[in-house]
């Protein structure tokens, strides 16, 4: 693990402090030669998702030698043909998705996904320089109970819509309320796509909102829907991911039985009673209904801002 001190010199970056820690990475705000900021991303020790406490202290401070509550890392997701293994990845792998990560940004040109400066190299590792969005995580104006905008799950969809659509990004695939930042314009912020590599079955992902470990659209209409729920009655709809069956490919029973696991969830009403009927209905879609992707997560969301 490289660990950097305010004032550090890496690259031709200055550090000024530690910004957040995922799974496998720790972030760091920087200064370039002329004064502006930037995000470095650095590769972490192995491990993430579950894992990461076994090492770390938790604590209500953010710092590299531990992990804030309201933070929660991807996992490493194994792929095989019976089924799924979630499992550290060693330095190399992680340096691997560090760079495939900046090959993925370095194809994607929107002001709704966090740009890449530029991929160098300290010490033989990779480190992304990335444009620093200034505001808070979702995660964060969750916790300190500031108003929720639908207009920015909006957006999220029409954006990922259009990088699909122009083909500079499929899927996002790790939606969370920590992926989303919210600029102090309301400008909506995607950050730290999920990590892909298909070739090697080997993708990284948050599997308490893609709990089906879904690689395509629906991975992402699922995070959403998962968010709103979670928004709604500040539960999780599902308490143990990923399951049996997840991110197996063959067709028929399996299948029906997952989607009778996730009829199971509590509905959102049961919860908070205020829950909006025409609201708890794009929730039941989006975790339940394979056939719904973003276009009709767009249209009902447009449907029911417009009769608020």
């Known amino acids: 693990m490289i660990k950097l001190e305010a004032g550090e010199l890496i690259g031709s970056y200055r550090v000024v402090e530690f910004l957040a820690r ?14 502006r900021k930037v995000a470095l991303k650095l590769g972490d020790v192995a491990g993430g998702g579950r894992y990461v406490t076994r090492f770390l202290e938790i604590t209500n401070q953010r710092r590299p030698e531990g992990i ?8 490493a997701v194994f792929f095989r043909n019976d089924g799924v293994r979630i499992d550290f990845l060693d330095v190399h792998e992680i340096d691997d998705t560090l760079r495939a990560e900046a090959a993925l940004l370095e194809r994607v040109k929107s002001p709704n996904v966090v740009q890449l400066r530029e991929l160098f190299s300290h010490e033989g590792r990779p480190v992304l320089a990335l ?12 916790r300190a109970l500031e108003g929720i905008r639908l ?3 909006l957006t999220i969809v029409r954006s990922l819509m259009k990088l699909n659509r122009t083909g500079q990004l499929g899927y996002h695939g790790d939606l969370k309320p920590e992926n989303v930042l919210v600029k102090p314009s309301g400008a909506v912020v995607l950050i730290d796509p999920a990590q892909r590599s298909d070739e090697r079955g080997i993708a990284t992902t948050t599997p308490h909102y893609n709990p089906l470990l879904l690689r395509d659209g629906k991975a992402d209409v699922m995070g959403i829907g998962v968010m709103l729920y979670e928004i709604l009655t500040g539960v999780l709809p599902f308490d143990e991911v990923p399951w ?8 028929g029973e399996v299948e029906r039985m997952s989607l009778s696991y996730f009829l199971s969830y509590a509905p959102p009403k049961d919860l908070n009673p205020n829950t909006p ?4 209905r794009i929730v039941y879609r989006c975790l339940t209904l394979p056939e719904y992707g973003l276009a009709e997560l767009e249209r009902d969301l447009v449907d029911f801002l ?3």
């Open 277 to 280: 009927e025409p609201l708890a």
């Open 22 to 35: 995922g799974g496998f990475a720790l972030v760091y705000l920087a200064e370039d030669p002329d004064g």
């Open 306 to 308: 417009r009769k608020e």
């Open 244 to 251: 049996q069956y997840a991110g197996r490919e063959q067709g």
């Open 151 to 153: 207009n920015w799950f």
């Open 131 to 142: 444009e620093y969005a200034r505001g808070k995580t979702l995660r964060e104006k969750i």
């Open 68 to 75: 804030s509550p309201d933070e929660t890392p991807a996992e």
